[in-house]
C-alpha cells in the first residue's frame, strides 16, 4: 500500500536516494531489527554498511569526503530507516545532527581536515554532550566546568542521557562546559574531549524502555586534561551554536517520527487485511477504517512539515518556527499511530516480535529527547509573541 | 581495459509478474522495472575489479553498462551507473519489440562491436525470459571464446578466470581476452548507490542507439537491417498459469503419517 513518494514533489535523485534507503532497511535492518533490541546491541556491521553507502556523509561537501546533498537528503534517508528501526535511524541522526555537524559547523579548517572523514565516513562516531542531570529542557543551567591551565582544558561534570557515546568506533564527544563568567552571566563553550582521555569514563549504558539498539550513557568527566585547541567555535558561543545545533536536529527528528508513523501505519493496514475477527477481515470494519484513514492523515501533516523546513534550512532561510511545528506534529503523529497500530494487531502488538511492539516502546522518547513537546510549544508560542 | 556489463531490465521479481495474454510478452506495465538480480550482481563484481586495479596503480578499467530494452526502463541503466558504471549504451527501437532471441544476440553483438570490448560480462540467465542462451550466442557472433556459468571471475591483463560448478565437481576455466563470460548469482551482493552515485549519474554518458544507428556493424555479422525488425520465432499462443489449488490439509488424530504416506503414492511422488 505503501504511499507514493513520488507525489512529495521530490527531485529524481531524491526519489532514488530514498527508495534505495528503504531498500536497504527491508533487505539489511529488518531482518536483524528484533534480534538487535532484544540483546540491546547496536549492530555495528549494519552500521558499517550505511557507512559504506555514504549516508553519515549525506549534507556534507565532499572535500571532507561527504556526499555533496544537503539536510532534506539526509533528513529522507533517517526517515525511510525509521520506518522499519528506530535505533537504526537515530543512530545515524544523531551521529550527523550530533556528532558531525557541530565540527563541520563551528570547527577550526584543522578540525574539520583532522576530524570529519572518519565521521563522515561512517567508520568512527561522536556525541553531543548538553543535557546533564541537572540540566535538560533549560540546558544553560550547565553545571560542567572547564577551566584554562596553560595550554590545557581541565574539565570536571557530568552529562547524561549521550547518544552514541560508547559504541566500539565512538572517538569524542563534543560537550558543553561553563568556560568563565562575564557581566555575572555563565560563560559557555564548546570543547571536544577524545574518548580515552584519562578521567572521561562512558559509564554502563542506561537501561531505557525503547531505543534499545541505540547507545546511550552517562559521562563523567574528573580532571579531564585536553589541548587548549579542542575549543569547538567561539569561547562564549557555546549557548548560540548549541541552539542552532538543536534547531537543525529537530528537522531531522522530525523526518524519524514521519517514518515511524508510517512504518506503524503500513504494518497495521496490512494486518487489518489479513486478521478475521467473527468471520470478517478487520479492514472491513468501519472504526478500523477510520482509525486507518487517520493513521495516513498523521503521516502526511507530519512529512509536510518537516519538508517545509527542511527546504527552509536548506534555502538558508529561518526555520526556528517551522522546525519547532515539524517535531511536536511529527513525534505526535509517531506516538498515536504507533498506539493505534499496536491497538488493531491485539495481543500480538503487546509482543516484541512485531515490530509496532518496538515502535510503541521506541516512540516515546520521540516526544522529549532533542527538546520535549513542552519546549517545541514554547518556541512556537514566542513566535507568536506570547511568550 | 574495457570491460562491458550487459544488464536487463526486467519485472520485479518480488512482485507479481503478470504476462500479458494478448502480445505473449510479459506485460511491464504490471510491475515496477528493475535491474535483473543477476546482471546487478555481475555488474557489482566488474565495478569492484575496476576499483581495485584503480586503487592498486594496476591501471583503469572502464566499465560499461549495456542493455537492449524498452525506451521506458532507462532508469535501471541510471542505477547501473550511479553503482559506479562510467558509461551506459540503451538500444531502444521500437522495431525491436517482441525479438526473439537469435535477434537480440544479433542487436547486442553488433552494439558490442561498435563499442569494442575486452571482455563482456552477462549474467547466466535472466530471471524473466530465462533463456540461457545469450553469452554463447554472443561469443559465436563475435567468434570471441566463452567462459559459461561461472561461480567466481579473476580479471588480469590478458585473461579471465574463474570457476564453475558441476554435479561432479568445480572446475577451473580461463580465456584469453577478448572474451566472454557468464556468471551466476553467486556474485557478490550489489551494493545500494551512494547519493553521490546517484548525483554522478546524471552526468555520466548514456548513449541511445537505434537500429539504424548499427547498421554498419549488423552489416559486418552478415545480417539485413530491415530483417531485424521482425523476429523468427513467433509466439503462438499464451495463457495464463491456473490459479493455484488449495492444498489438503492434513490434521493429526494418530494417523496423519500414514494419510501423508497414501497421498504421496497416490499422485506418484513416493
Ligand atoms: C534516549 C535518549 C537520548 C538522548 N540523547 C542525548 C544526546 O545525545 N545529547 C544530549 O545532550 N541529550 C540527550 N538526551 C537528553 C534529552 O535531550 C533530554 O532528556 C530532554 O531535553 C529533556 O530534558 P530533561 O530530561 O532534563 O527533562 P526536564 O527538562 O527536566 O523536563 C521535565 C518535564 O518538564 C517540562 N518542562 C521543562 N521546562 C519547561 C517549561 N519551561 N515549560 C513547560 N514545561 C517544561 C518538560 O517538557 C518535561 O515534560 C537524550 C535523552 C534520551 C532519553
Known amino acids: 500500500m505503501a504511499i507514493d513518494l513520488s507525489t512529495y514533489s521530490l527531485t529524481d535523485d531524491e526519489l532514488t536516494l530514498s527508495e534505495g534507503v528503504r531498500d536497504f532497511a527491508e533487505r539489511v535492518v529488518a531482518p536483524v531489527s528484533y534480534e538487535a533490541d532484544r540483546t540491546k546491541t547496536l549492530p555495528m556491521d549494519v552500521v558499517a554498511q550505511m557507512g559504506e553507502m555514504g549516508l553519515f556523509g549525506i549534507p556534507f561537501p565532499e572535500e571532507y569526503g561527504g556526499q555533496g546533498g544537503d539536510y532534506f537528503a539526509l533528513c529522507l534517508a533517517i526517515e525511510a530507516l525509521a520506518r522499519v528501526d528506530q535505533s537504526i535511524a537515530i543512530t545515524l541522526e544523531a551521529g550527523v545532527s550530533l556528532g558531525a555537524m557541530p565540527i563541520f559547523n563551528f570547527g577550526s579548517d584543522e578540525q574539520k581536515a583532522e576530524l570529519l572523514p572518519a565521521l563522515l565516513a561512517g567508520e568512527a562516531l561522536a556525541g553531543f554532550g548538553l543535557t546533564e542531570p541537572e540540566a535538560g529542557s533549560d540546558a544553560g543551567a550547565t553545571r560542567t566546568t572547564a577551566r584554562l591551565e596553560g595550554d590545557e582544558w581541565v574539565i570536571n561534570g557530568s552529562k547524561q542521557f549521550i547518544t552514541n557515546s560508547g559504541t566500539p568506533i565512538t572517538k569524542f564527544i563534543t560537550v558543553t562546559a561553563v568556560t568563565g563568567e562575564t557581566d555575572g552571566r555563565k560563560e559557555i563553550s564548546t570543547i571536544y574531549v577524545p574518548n580515552g582521555t584519562p578521567g572521561f569514563t562512558v559509564e554502563p549504558a542506561y537501561d531505557k524502555v525503547g531505543w534499545h539498539a541505540s547507545d546511550t550513557h552517562p559521562l563523567t568527566f574528573s580532571d579531564v586534561r585536553v589541548p587548549a585547541a579542542n575549543l569547538v567555535g567561539q569561547r562564549g558561543r557555546g549557548f548560540a551554536n548549541f541552539l542552532h545545533i538543536l534547531d537543525e536536529g529537530r528537522i531531522a527528528i522530525a523526518a524519524l517520527s514521519t517514518g515511524a508513523a508510517e512504518g506503524c501505519l503500513e504494518e497495521a493496514v496490512d494486518y487489518a487485511h489479513k486478521r478475521k475477527v467473527f468471520g470478517e477481515p478487520l479492514a472491513s470494519r468501519q472504526n478500523v477504517q477510520f482509525v486507518l484513514a487517520r493513521m495516513q492523515t498523521r503521516v502526511h501533516n507530519a512529512r509536510l512539515a518537516w519538508h517545509h523546513a527542511a527546504r527552509l534550512r536548506d534555502a538558508g532561510k529561518p526555520f526556528k518556527t517551522e522546525a519547532a511545528l515539524a517535531k511536536l506534529t511529527a513525534s505526535d503523529a509517531a506516538m498515536d499511530n504507533a498506539r493505534d497500530a499496536t491497538q488493531i494487531f491485539g495481543g500480538n502488538g503487546f509482543m516484541n516480535e512485531y515490530s509496532v511492539a518496538r515502535h510503541y516502546r521506541d516512540s516515546k522518547i520521540l516526544e522529549i529527547g532533542e527538546g520535549t513537546s513542552e519546549v517545541q510549544l514554547l518556541v512556537i508560542a514566542r513566535a507568536l509573541g506570547v511568550a | ?270
Not at chain 2, 494478448?22 to 535491474?35: H, K, M, P, Q
Not at chain 2, 577451473?172 to 546517484?198: H, N, Q, W, Y
Open chain 2, 1 to 270: 581495459m574495457k570491460i562491458v556489463v550487459l544488464v536487463k531490465p526486467v519485472p520485479d521479481t518480488y512482485g507479481d509478474r503478470v504476462l500479458s495474454l494478448e502480445t505473449g510478452l510479459a506485460d511491464r506495465a504490471a510491475s515496477e522495472t528493475v535491474l535483473d538480480e543477476i546482471t546487478e550482481r555481475a555488474l557489482e563484481a566488474v565495478i569492484r575489479h575496476a576499483e581495485e586495479s584503480a586503487k592498486s596503480g594496476a591501471g583503469e578499467v572502464e566499465v560499461v553498462a549495456m542493455t537492449m530494452a524498452p525506451a521506458d526502463s532507462q532508469s535501471t541503466l541510471r542505477k547501473a551507473l550511479a553503482m559506479g558504471a562510467a558509461s551506459a549504451v540503451h538500444i531502444a527501437d521500437e522495431r525491436l519489440a517482441g525479438a526473439d532471441l537469435v535477434r537480440t544476440a544479433e542487436v547486442l553483438a553488433a552494439a558490442l562491436r561498435r563499442a569494442g570490448a575486452d571482455l563482456i560480462v552477462a549474467g547466466n540467465g535472466s530471471t524473466d525470459g530465462s533463456g540461457g542462451v545469450m553469452p554463447s550466442m554472443l561469443a559465436e557472433l563475435l567468434e570471441l571464446p566463452a567462459a559459461t556459468r561461472l561461480e567466481t571471475i579473476e580479471i588480469t591483463a590478458d585473461a579471465v578466470r574463474g570457476t564453475r560448478e558441476t554435479d561432479g565437481g568445480t572446475m577451473t576455466v580461463t580465456a584469453a581476452l577478448p572474451a566472454v563470460v557468464s556468471v551466476t548469482e553467486r556474485m557478490p551482493d550489489p551494493r545500494f548507490p551512494a547519493l553521490k552515485g546517484i548525483m554522478g549519474a546524471k552526468k555520466k554518458p548514456l548513449e541511445v542507439v537505434a537500429l539504424d544507428d548499427l547498421s554498419a556493424e549488423l552489416e559486418g555479422l552478415g545480417v539485413a537491417l530491415d530483417e531485424t525488425a521482425s523476429a523468427r520465432s513467433i509466439m503462438v499462443a499464451a495463457t495464463q498459469r491456473p490459479a493455484r489449488e488449495a492444498g489438503e490439509i492434513i490434521t493429526d488424530d494418530g494417523t496423519a503419517g500414514e494419510r501423508i504416506a497414501a497421498f504421496l503414492a497416490d499422485r506418484r511422488l513416493a
